[in-house]
């Protein structure tokens, strides 16, 4: 008999996409069990890629309405209402739900179901404190472990491409926030370190502690110029660091790097409004 290809999980948000694969365990036992629901599968045509982007665009949008606050910090969210609303089955929706838990942003509720997680103060300043060590790993590892200088050739044209838009607008803003996260998605190659970037991954899905929320201020406050212009410097010095393979530089820039979110994020808490314009803002209890 054939069995079906294993699950694969993945998850994705408006900032970032990224997939992590699944194997279920199975036993002889459970195999036999599942032949009719295999064979089910099969004669509605199914399949394993079908089944993935389902999947992937039920956590989409589900991610999507927490993080712009559809849902209330404590709501409850149940498998059968949010089905009917979405106008999937309730086999993603219970997948997606178990993925926005294991990211942190639902916690099952004791008698079934989950909800809506609430995030404090603390909870995003240590955020962006890990994300910092983190990021910092990845910096000083990527100085220790390039081989050739051209293995630096696409970080630094990231860097050229983001001088090119300069200052974020709200029309180039979009572009600017994939370039920079282009760049540092190289550091992260540079690093070869496949599990740091697991770990890094699933830490930006806290609301604000990733680098997102610092680019889309940069537009708002009249402090944005000089926040731009020192996180300009900033990733001009790693580049530097990482090719002069001066590994403890380049960890101890990244890592101050990383705190200028919080010096953005300071700015944007005493205007309420522009908070909660910040995906996962409403989630935060100030």
């Known amino acids: 008999m054939r069995h079906a290809a294993p699950a694969k999980f993945v998850a994705i948000d408006r900032m970032s996409t990224r997939s992590i694969s699944c194997v279920p365990t199975a036993c002889p036992r459970a195999r036999k069990g599942n032949q009719s629901r295999l064979t089910e599968g099969e004669n509605t045509g199914f399949r394993g890629s079908e089944a993935d982007s389902q999947l992937a665009r039920t956590i989409l949008r589900l991610r999507e309405m927490v993080l712009a606050g559809e849902f209330s910090p404590g709501d409850r969210i ?9 106008g999937v089955s309730r086999t993603p929706i219970r997948l997606a739900l178990e993925r926005l838990a294991h990211e ?4 099952p509720y004791a008698t079934g179901g989950f909800i809506v997680r609430k995030f404090t103060l603390d909870d995003v300043w240590n955020g962006i404190e890990v994300r910092g060590l983190l990021e910092g790993g990845a910096a000083r590892l990527a100085a220790e472990r390039f081989v050739d200088q051209r293995e630096l050739d696409a970080l630094r044209r990231c860097q050229e491409e983001l001088d090119a838009i300069g200052e974020p607008t709200t029309e180039t803003f979009p572009t600017y926030l994939q370039v920079n996260d282009r760049f540092h998605g190289e550091i992260l190659r540079l690093a070869k370190n496949e599990t740091l970037k697991q770990v890094l991954d699933r830490l930006l899905s806290v609301p604000l502690a990733s680098r997102h929320a610092l680019v889309s201020l940069q537009t708002k406050f009249p ?13 001009l ?3 530097d660091a990482i090719g002069k393979r001066q590994g403890a530089r380049a960890e101890s820039i990244a890592r101050e790097h990383a705190q200028i979110s919080r010096r953005a994020l300071e700015v944007v808490f005493a205007h309420t409004e522009a ?11 100030i």
Not at 223 to 235: A, N, T
Request: hydrophobic share 50%; glycine share 8%.
């Open 78 to 86: 149940s498998e059968a209402p949010l089905a009917a609303r979405i």
């Open 104 to 107: 942190g942003l639902l916690e």
């Open 223 to 235: 402090e944005s110029l000089e926040i731009f212009i020192v996180s300009r410097d900033q990733h």
């Open 237 to 239: 010095q790693i580049i």
């Open 275 to 285: 908070l909660r314009s910040l995906p996962g803002g409403l989630l935060v209890q």
